[in-house]
Antibody
Framework: EVQLVESGGGLVQPGGSLRLSCAASGFTFSDHYMDWVRQAPGKGLEWVGRIVNKANSYTTQHAASVRGRFTISRDDSKNSLYLQMNSLKTEDTAVYYC???????????WGQGTLVTVSS | DIQMTQSPSSLSASVGDRVTITCRASQGIRNYLAWFQQKPGKAPKSLIYAASSLQSGVPSRFSGSGSGTDFTLTISSLQPEDFATYYCQQFDSYPLTFGGGTKVEIK
């Protein structure tokens, strides 16, 4: 069974840093592209970024709203996806989801999400 | 960036109703569109990919159509478990963008 479990969320002050993790199991993690998607309280979904697989050189894409502050990485040996968030702003407050990009090149599995609150 | 506009933003319907939600892209995206369902406090669930292909395990009352700039999600006979918010997302080009969502409520 495919499982994606996010962790690392919490309360952080503006300007602070946080690293989110997404632990994958039940599939060959190294084969898949992986995305981060977030949702501010009471708002819609926002794509944060993507990391592709080793075969495609681990290329990353980031949304303009987070570019230069957030970095997506992965460790295939640990079946884990990461989101390093620096210079956090109050508007980064959201539930952060990891999503697997399936063989169809669309999402087929989502994690349960982890809440990040940026507040003083 | 490609803007995705969903309509309506909310609707009220009864069990058994046929429901149609529209998603319009600000430029052509071929058929690179997906639909998701989200219930309160839960992660999104993937319903449809490539505009009209059903994800594994999704009931056949859900269907999608469209190409280019105009897309629809149809629920042929609304069931109690279908009351949720629905989102479209384009996968044609970066940044991937979502529609604003359509909340389907009980009439």
């Amino acid at each position: 069974e495919v499982q994606l479990v996010e962790s690392g969320g919490g309360l952080v002050q503006p300007g602070g840093s946080l690293r989110l993790s997404c632990a994958a199991s039940g599939f060959t993690f190294s084969d898949h592209y992986m995305d981060w998607v977030r949702q501010a309280p009471g708002k819609g979904l926002e794509w944060v970024g993507r990391i592709v697989n080793k075969a495609n050189s681990y290329t990353t894409q980031h949304a303009a709203s987070v570019r230069g502050r957030f970095t997506i990485s992965r460790d295939d040996s640990k079946n884990s996806l990461y989101l390093q968030m620096n210079s956090l702003k109050t508007e980064d407050t959201a539930v952060y989801y990891c999503a697997r990009v399936g063989i169809t090149y669309y999402y087929d599995h989502w994690g349960q999400g982890t809440l990040v609150t940026v507040s003083s | 960036d490609i803007q995705m506009t969903q309509s309506p933003s909310s609707l009220s319907a009864s069990v058994g109703d046929r429901v149609t939600i529209t998603c319009r892209a600000s430029q052509g995206i071929r058929n690179y569109l997906a639909w998701f369902q989200q219930k309160p406090g839960k992660a999104p669930k993937s319903l449809i990919y490539a505009a009209s292909s059903l994800q594994s395990g999704v009931p056949s009352r859900f269907s999608g159509s469209g190409s280019g700039t105009d897309f629809t999600l149809t629920i042929s006979s609304l069931q109690p478990e279908d009351f949720a918010t629905y989102y479209c997302q384009q996968f044609d080009s970066y940044p991937l963008t979502f529609g604003g969502g359509t909340k389907v409520e009980i009439k």
